[in-house]
């Protein structure tokens, strides 16, 4: 008995090393342990644990819940490291739990600036680790590195001013000995920029500006003082391909939102896709979905990584479907634009010059009388996480189908810490909903849409009743799980969108659904409402 | 599709660019954070008829939205901690009810309109008081807290020109041929729940059944040839009287 103790615990020390870097990029060797906010860099959201099939899932299990004392929206995806879970209850307390028990190791406890202001709730989608020390953006706009081993802050850095509405809400990403972040804020009028820190001490070791400076390149897509007030914020992860050295970010609109007036131009970089040296920031290629841009576009959504055959030939692929109701495929060494097709309703556009720049419906800009558009202002999809498979070569997206929003503009004058927006999306979605789902067919509907990247078509849907906030995590089994407003978690075949297995969890998902094992259970983990959840297979 | 939607737009709101839901989520906050002294119909403030389109400070919309979350200091209107967006809806709402308030006004008689309802209307075939009547139809112990007299009035005379989402019939049939309908409670992907017309509570499997579809005609019928516009102005004055339980 003595020795059999003796071997466990020896195993647990074996394998509670360090989180290096080399791991991080390799993550995909060690399934067990989920080390990233979308669990590799390419940020697929996909993962090779393979206990859980299609002729088992229906076995799942409820493991454990953990109840966080928080109302927030619970927009977390943990981290696990060798049985070991870090998450985030909103909007800043970061929690260490048992991953097989949901027993808490420790909690740390941060209250933000009352300063602090964010548009869209007092949120927090996770953490990053490297080697023993996790670190967390916070809403009021400090990058904080904890020690995992006991929550004890080590450094606090001051990314921005909350009181101009500088916020962070989205998980680090670390590059070798940097921990990259961007800030939120597109609403308030800030100057967006994404910059990385000494993973040691916090100090700043490069910088990128979302809105270019007088002094530098893309400048000259604002005139006047626009650039100042120009938003281009940053609210998801970013990806990182090692071999190019290239890390990508998705940013934010143009500040005031919908009206474009007083911002004449392309509006760089917002609404675009950069891909910056992780070594110094400098910026190596951009590409701009949403050209001046009045929707509010964002294209913060997760740069999926992926290498892929294209007409024949290799390509390091980037695919990214984006707010504006578009998939699209981009060539991540070069940043070409390779193909955009709608996978929801869209009539802002009507197709693409020959250099991927959207042709413009005319008419559809916002109005003092409200013109309708789709995708919708919330998008045909948004912050939550998409999948690709690469066993099914298909990506997968939660969408809202069939969603548009009348856009009306007004003119807005910056003042500090206000709300910049220009005017107001009409919605035909309730903001929140209440006990009862009395949706109505203008509201359109949520969906997982399946897409083939080589075509753009779509292969499969599963319909939901309500909208979707959920994100979407496939395996190596040919599972998908998702969720949404509803409540439910369910997984589908990834192949055919059937659906095999549901929970109902009582609480809107918000986040998106991760796996992980420990002592050789797979186990899939999602926040629903005010709670974590984890499931595994009957034993 | 789109032409539904501005076909929604345009005629239930007229010149303005809210949207139902917009108007929804307004309506949601309104009674939640207003109505406790404005009241539902936006008149009990003196100099105040918001029903009408007529406010004391301001009445452009970024005017409103400032009352609202900032306040009139130096009176009873107090700051509220919303997102300017959100204030934007409450104007939204604000607007519709003006748009649609006419100039019906509760000036019949309650008592009078009490005997039509509980007598000559049959009311109560359908709809439940204080614990008397049917619950095929909507509750109506609260309608006077929830709407105002110029919707309570056009439902009587048009029901089918506003129907609340809550109040939704729906017709489901089985795969065996089997019909079912009822009011629409909730619903979800996999599942519907409803009050049908023997008033029992159902959650049904939507895989079990073959149609699920809203039922184009209210059940309610119009009572513009029933009723004289007296009796009418009565049991819209009595309908309107109606508060729900009054707390100690």
């Given at each position: 008995?003595?020795?059999?103790?003796?071997?466990?615990?020896?195993?647990?020390?074996?394998?509670?090393?360090?989180?290096?870097f080399?791991?991080?990029?390799?993550?995909?060797?060690?399934?067990?342990n989920?080390?990233?906010?979308?669990?590799?860099?390419?940020?697929?959201?996909?993962?090779?644990?393979?206990?859980?099939?299609?002729?088992?899932?229906?076995?799942?299990?409820?493991?454990?819940?953990?109840?966080?004392r928080?109302?927030?929206?619970?927009?977390?995806?943990?981290?696990?490291?060798?049985?070991?879970?870090y998450?985030?209850q909103?909007?800043?307390?970061?929690?260490?739990?048992?991953?097989?028990?949901?027993?808490?190791?420790?909690?740390?406890?941060?209250?933000?600036?009352?300063?602090?202001?964010?548009?869209?709730?007092r949120?927090?989608?996770?953490?990053?680790?490297?080697?023993?020390?996790?670190?967390?953006?916070?809403?009021?706009?400090?990058?904080i590195?904890?020690?995992a081993?006991?929550?004890?802050?080590?450094?606090?850095?001051k990314?921005?001013?909350?009181e101009?509405?500088?916020?962070?809400?989205?998980?680090?990403l670390?590059?070798?000995?940097?921990?990259?972040?961007?800030?939120?804020?597109?609403?308030?009028?800030i100057?967006?920029?994404?910059?990385a820190y000494d993973?040691?001490?916090?100090?700043?070791?490069?910088?990128?500006?979302?809105?270019?400076?007088?002094?530098?390149?893309?400048?000259?897509?604002?005139?006047?003082?626009?650039?100042?007030?120009?938003?281009g914020?940053?609210?998801?992860?970013?990806?990182?391909?090692?071999?190019?050295?290239?890390?990508?970010?998705?940013?934010?609109?143009?500040?005031?939102d919908?009206?474009?007036?007083?911002?004449p131009?392309?509006?760089?970089?917002?609404?675009?896709?950069?891909?910056?040296?992780?070594?110094?920031?400098?910026?190596?290629?951009?590409?701009?979905?949403?050209?001046?841009?009045?929707?509010?576009?964002?294209?913060?959504?997760?740069?999926?990584?992926?290498?892929?055959?294209?007409?024949?030939?290799?390509?390091?692929?980037?695919?990214?479907?984006?707010?504006?109701?578009?998939?699209?495929?981009?060539?991540?060494?070069?940043?070409?634009?390779?193909?955009?097709?709608?996978?929801?309703?869209?009539?802002?556009?009507?197709?693409?010059?020959?250099?991927?720049?959207?042709?413009?419906?005319?008419?559809?800009?916002?109005?003092?009388?409200?013109?309708?558009?789709?995708?919708?202002?919330?998008?045909?999809?948004?912050?939550y996480?998409?999948?690709?498979?690469?066993?099914?070569?298909?990506?997968?997206?939660?969408?809202?189908?069939?969603?548009?929003?009348?856009?009306?503009k007004?003119?807005?004058?910056y003042k500090?810490?206000n709300?910049?927006?220009?005017?107001?999306?009409?919605?035909?979605v309730?903001?929140?909903?209440?006990?009862?789902?009395?949706?109505?067919?203008?509201?359109?509907?949520?969906?997982?849409?399946?897409?083939?990247?080589?075509?753009?078509?779509?292969?499969?849907?599963?319909?939901?009743?309500?909208?979707?906030?959920?994100g979407?995590?496939?395996?190596?089994?040919?599972?998908?799980f998702?969720?949404?407003?509803?409540?439910?978690?369910?997984?589908?075949?990834?192949?055919?969108?059937?659906?095999?297995?549901?929970?109902?969890?009582?609480?809107?998902?918000?986040?998106?659904?991760?796996?992980?094992?420990?002592?050789?259970?797979?186990?899939?983990?999602?926040?629903?409402?005010?709670?974590?959840?984890?499931?595994?297979?009957?034993? | 599709?789109?032409?539904?939607?501005?076909l929604?737009?345009?005629?239930?709101?007229?010149?303005?660019?809210f949207?139902?839901?917009?108007?929804?989520?307004?309506?949601?906050?309104?009674?939640?954070?207003?109505?406790?002294?404005?009241?539902?119909?936006?008149?009990?403030?003196?100099?105040?008829?918001?029903?009408?389109?007529?406010?004391?400070?301001?009445?452009?919309?970024?005017?409103?939205?400032?009352?609202?979350?900032?306040?009139?200091?130096?009176?009873?209107?107090?700051?509220?901690?919303?997102?300017?967006?959100?204030?934007?809806?409450?104007?939204?709402?604000?607007?519709?009810?003006?748009?649609?308030?006419?100039?019906?006004?509760?000036?019949?008689?309650?008592a009078?309109?009490?005997?039509?309802f509980?007598?000559?209307?049959?009311?109560?075939?359908?709809?439940?008081?204080?614990?008397?009547?049917?619950?095929?139809?909507?509750?109506?112990?609260?309608?006077?807290?929830?709407?105002?007299a110029?919707?309570?009035?056009?439902?009587?005379?048009?029901?089918?020109?506003?129907?609340?989402?809550?109040?939704?019939?729906?017709r489901?049939?089985?795969?065996?041929?089997?019909?079912?309908?009822?009011?629409?409670?909730?619903?979800?992907?996999?599942?519907?729940?409803?009050?049908?017309?023997?008033?029992?509570?159902?959650?049904?499997?939507?895989?079990?059944?073959?149609?699920?579809?809203?039922?184009?005609?209210?059940?309610?019928?119009?009572?513009?040839?029933?009723?004289?516009?007296?009796?009418?102005a009565?049991?819209?004055s009595?309908?309107?009287?109606?508060?729900?339980?009054?707390?100690?």
């Amino acid at each position: 008995m003595k020795l059999r103790l003796l071997f466990l615990l020896s195993m647990c020390w074996s394998v509670s090393a360090q989180v290096t870097f080399d791991r991080i990029l390799h993550a995909d060797r060690e399934p067990w342990n989920w080390l990233t906010y979308s669990g590799t860099m390419l940020s697929q959201r996909f993962t090779q644990l393979n206990q859980i099939t299609p002729a088992n899932v229906g076995n799942l299990e409820l493991r454990w819940v953990w109840q966080a004392r928080s109302l927030e929206k619970f927009e977390a995806t943990p981290l696990v490291v060798d049985g070991v879970m870090y998450t985030v209850q909103a909007p800043n307390d970061v929690v260490a739990l048992d991953a097989a028990t949901g027993r808490v190791f420790w909690a740390w406890s941060y209250i933000p600036s009352q300063e602090a202001r964010v548009c869209c709730g007092r949120v927090n989608r996770g953490l990053a680790i490297l080697g023993d020390t996790l670190f967390m953006g916070t809403i009021d706009a400090h990058l904080i590195a904890l020690d995992a081993k006991n929550g004890k802050p080590l450094w606090d850095k001051k990314i921005g001013r909350p009181e101009a509405g500088y916020s962070l809400t989205h998980a680090p990403l670390i590059v070798r000995d940097k921990v990259i972040v961007g800030v939120a804020g597109g609403e308030y009028g800030i100057r967006g920029l994404i910059a990385a820190y000494d993973v040691k001490n916090g100090a700043e070791a490069w910088r990128f500006n979302t809105i270019p400076g007088p002094d530098e390149p893309g400048h000259e897509t604002w005139q006047n003082d626009a650039w100042k007030t120009g938003g281009g914020s940053i609210w998801v992860t970013g990806s990182y391909d090692p071999d190019l050295n290239l890390t990508y970010w998705g940013i934010g609109n143009p500040g005031p939102d919908w009206n474009g007036d007083s911002r004449p131009g392309d509006n760089l970089y917002t609404d675009s896709v950069v891909a910056l040296d992780a070594d110094t920031g400098k910026l190596k290629w951009q590409y701009q979905f949403s050209p001046h841009d009045e929707f509010d576009y964002d294209s913060v959504e997760i740069p999926v990584l992926a290498d892929v055959e294209w007409q024949g030939k290799p390509l390091k692929a980037m695919y990214w479907a984006n707010r504006n109701g578009l998939f699209y495929v981009i060539d991540r060494a070069t940043g070409k634009f390779l193909s955009g097709k709608p996978f929801v309703e869209v009539n802002w556009m009507k197709g693409f010059d020959e250099k991927g720049r959207p042709m413009r419906v005319p008419g559809k800009v916002p109005s003092n009388q409200g013109t309708l558009i789709y995708p919708g202002n919330q998008g045909g999809t948004n912050w939550y996480s998409p999948s690709y498979s690469p066993r099914t070569g298909l990506f997968y997206i939660s969408t809202w189908a069939g969603y548009s929003s009348l856009y009306v503009k007004r003119v807005d004058e910056y003042k500090e810490g206000n709300q910049y927006g220009g005017g107001t999306p009409r919605s035909p979605v309730p903001f929140s909903r209440s006990a009862q789902n009395y949706r109505k067919e203008d509201e359109g509907f949520g969906a997982v849409r399946a897409i083939d990247p080589q075509t753009g078509e779509r292969k499969w849907e599963f319909r939901m009743s309500d909208i979707t906030e959920a994100g979407i995590l496939t395996t190596a089994t040919d599972l998908l799980f998702s969720g949404g407003r509803e409540g439910y978690f369910y997984a589908l075949d990834a192949r055919s969108g059937s659906l095999l297995w549901k929970a109902n969890l009582g609480g809107a998902i918000s986040a998106g659904p991760m796996s992980y094992s420990v002592g050789g259970r797979q186990y899939v983990a999602i926040s629903a409402g005010n709670s974590l959840f984890t499931f595994a297979l009957r034993p | 599709m789109v032409g539904v939607f501005v076909l929604i737009a345009g005629s239930v709101l007229a010149q303005h660019s809210f949207t139902p839901g917009d108007v929804e989520d307004g309506e949601r906050l309104y009674l939640a954070n207003c109505a406790v002294c404005h009241a539902p119909d936006g008149n009990m403030v003196p100099g105040a008829d918001l029903a009408h389109g007529r406010f004391r400070h301001t009445s452009t919309d970024a005017g409103l939205v400032e009352t609202i979350l900032k306040g009139i200091p130096g009176t009873a209107m107090p700051p509220h901690n919303l997102p300017e967006f959100r204030a934007m809806t409450i104007v939204a709402f604000l607007r519709s009810i003006a748009e649609t308030s006419g100039n019906a006004t509760a000036t019949g008689d309650a008592a009078k309109g009490r005997t039509i309802f509980e007598g000559k209307g049959n009311c109560r075939n359908c709809h439940r008081v204080g614990g008397s009547g049917s619950r095929v139809g909507p509750d109506l112990s609260e309608i006077g807290a929830t709407r105002r007299a110029a919707e309570i009035d056009r439902s009587l005379v048009d029901p089918d020109a506003e129907v609340l989402p809550q109040n939704r019939y729906v017709r489901l049939v089985g795969k065996d041929g089997a019909v079912v309908m009822g009011r629409l409670l909730n619903q979800d992907a996999f599942t519907v729940q409803l009050i049908d017309t023997k008033e029992r509570l159902l959650s049904l499997n939507r895989s079990d059944f073959k149609e699920f579809a809203f039922v184009a005609k209210s059940p309610m019928p119009s009572y513009q040839e029933k009723l004289s516009p007296e009796e009418r102005a009565d049991l819209v004055s009595y309908l309107v009287s109606l508060k729900g339980v009054v707390r100690q």
